[in-house]
């Protein structure tokens, strides 16, 4: 059974840092594309980065590009995301979701097959 288990949620304050983790069970986060996306109320779920699989390739959303940082360590079958310069506009829930498409873009939710249950990012003084 695939579970994808987001963390490191929080409050934070604009100009902030936080770093999520996506930890993967029922499957090997290296052999899949994963990516991070987000949804703020009312608005559609978005792409914010994705990590290819194997070679790594990473890709973000223009909004996020320079600030956010996706990685994947291997060893703990995890993949994380760097938000550095966080401004209010990036407040939302942020998911992790597994086996889609990476290739030279973010991608879009209905590519992917695995989703973890998001976790809650606010951005406010």
């Known amino acids: 059974q695939v579970q994808l288990v987001e963390s490191g949620g929080g409050l934070v304050q604009p100009g902030g840092s936080l770093r999520l983790s996506c930890a993967a069970s029922g499957l090997t986060l290296d052999y899949y594309a994963i990516g991070w996306f987000r949804q703020a109320p009312g608005k559609e779920r978005e792409g914010v980065s994705c990590?290819?699989?194997?070679?790594?390739?990473?890709y973000y959303a223009d909004s996020v590009k320079g600030r956010f940082t996706i990685s994947r360590d291997n060893a703990k079958n995890t993949v994380y995301l760097q938000m550095n310069s966080l401004k209010p506009e990036d407040t939302a829930v942020y998911y992790c979701?597994?086996?889609?498409?990476?290739?030279?873009?973010?991608?879009?939710?209905?590519?992917?097959?695995?989703w973890g249950q998001g976790t809650q990012v606010t951005v406010s003084s």
């Open positions: 979701a597994a086996n889609g498409l990476c290739k030279g873009r973010v991608g879009v939710p209905y590519e992917y097959d695995y």
């Open positions: 990590i290819s699989s194997s070679v790594g390739s990473t």
